[in-house]
């Protein structure tokens, strides 16, 4: 069989936005290899990363378990790539939490996406996920999440919050939050928003002297900033907003 | 240093400002007053450069240089400071980082050498204290959950870091309670009367005024200056009306 007959397309949910097209770069089998992470019973773990690069591909899928009561956060930045995917599936056992805090940036033509699934399979387990996309162009950003709370899990947490800032006309955002409950007593939140700069913000940060470029960089500063919230290294927080900026300013 | 002549201003398809004409010299503090809709918020946008405030006629000079020519960032570095009637919330930047940028921005617009972060915290402590705001305001977002008070009081700190040439003042006396009054017009008066500078001060009442002492009081109405005076007029505005002191 070839390989092309087995690339994904948009008619698969996962991939309805996403640039389908620039996966026939890829090398054999690129689509098959996931990495895992399994994060033990109690264990804490952090990872941070950053998906740039100028190949036509820039994809990283995860498969992560966390054991009973344990803590797993990613903060990632998805910036490189005509297409740029991360995906995560994550399952939580017992009283586990799963935090995301992502955030998609781009210009020209590229798709930059995130696409998660949760899966709530067992009770008392929590987790947030938080997505800001920047986008100008004719670029998009994605964040497609899915939640699947299962019958018995009861006292799930579940979060979702994204939001999209538009820098230019022709650039988009698209949020698909799909959230599966079979539990009666659980919590699942998710909200959606879609915006310009604030021109008033703007005016007023220029009448204090402000060039209009910095401006922009602080408002998206500010955007972003959201997403790395629950970061709780200062510098290694500093340093993911500042990569941020740094491919803002350099396709401004 | 500024100098308006026969300004003619549109807002969308309104003509608002309608031949407008007004000197300011250094060391010169002048008050605008008027009736609502006169065109004194349009006048202070204007003169800032706010985008859908189009000039169709008239000219404005600023220290010898031609204001309308440049952009709004470009005016206050020039020395330009304009206190907003409704000062804009800037949710996730702290007040210390946004003045810090912006008055390097300037400094840098200028070809002035950038202020380190202590020589920043320095001067933004000490307006701080001079207009009476607590300095963990000034590390908190911008404007974002300020009363109305503590938001002009933050404009004037804004004010006493930027140190401008020209200060136009919209309605900064608006939502202030008696106190808060006299410590904004102390403030203007510690920051701005200088020999080398000016303001000029758009509000609808007198209060303020007597703090901040003018020496010009002109009247709007219409988009025109109909009248003007010496701090006299303001107190004839306040007993008999603008319709009364306009007519006469």
Known sequence: ?252 | MLKIDNLHATVGDTEILRGLSLEVNAGEIHAIMGPNGAGKSTLAYVLGGRPGYEVIAGTVSFMGQDLLAMEPHERAAAGLFLGFQYPVEIPGVSNVQFLREAANAQRKGRGEEPLSGGEFLKLAKEKAALLKLDMEMLKRNVNVGFSGGEKKRAEMVQMGILDPRLAVLDETDSGLDIDALKTVGEGINAIMRSPDKGVLLITHYQRLLDYVKPDYVHVLSKGRIVKTGNAELALDLEREGYDEVIAA
């Open chain 1, 1 to 252: 069989m070839s390989q092309a007959a087995l690339l994904p397309t948009r008619r698969d949910e996962a991939w309805r936005y996403s640039d389908t097209d620039a996966l026939g770069t890829l090398a054999p089998g690129r689509l098959d290899a996931w990495r895992n992470i399994d994060v033990g019973a109690g264990e804490q773990l952090v990872e941070t990363l950053v998906l740039d690069g100028s190949d036509p591909v820039a994809l990283d899928r995860l498969r992560v378990t966390i054991g009973e009561g344990g803590h797993f956060a990613l903060f990632a930045l998805v910036i490189g790539g005509d297409l740029g995917r991360l995906e995560v599936e994550v399952s939580l056992a017992e009283g586990a939490h799963f935090e995301l805090g992502g955030v998609t940036l781009g210009g020209g033509e590229t798709t930059r996406e995130i696409v998660t699934k949760v899966d709530h399979g067992q009770p008392g387990a929590t987790s947030n996920q938080v997505v800001r996309s920047v986008h100008w162009g004719k670029s998009a950003g994605n964040f497609l999440g899915q939640i699947e709370v299962a019958r018995h899990a009861q006292k799930t947490d579940a979060g979702q919050s994204f939001k999209g800032l538009l820098l230019e006309r022709g650039a988009s955002v698209n949020s698909v939050p799909q959230l599966e409950i079979f539990a009666d007593d659980v919590k699942c939140a998710h909200g959606a928003a879609i915006g310009q700069l604030d021109e008033q913000a703007g005016f007023y940060m220029a009448a204090r002297g402000l060039p209009p470029e910095t401006a922009r960089r602080l408002m998206v500063q500010a955007f972003i900033g959201d997403a790395f919230v629950a970061m709780v290294d200062d510098e290694a927080r500093e340093a993911m907003t500042e990569r941020a900026l740094e491919q803002l300013e350099a396709r401004l």
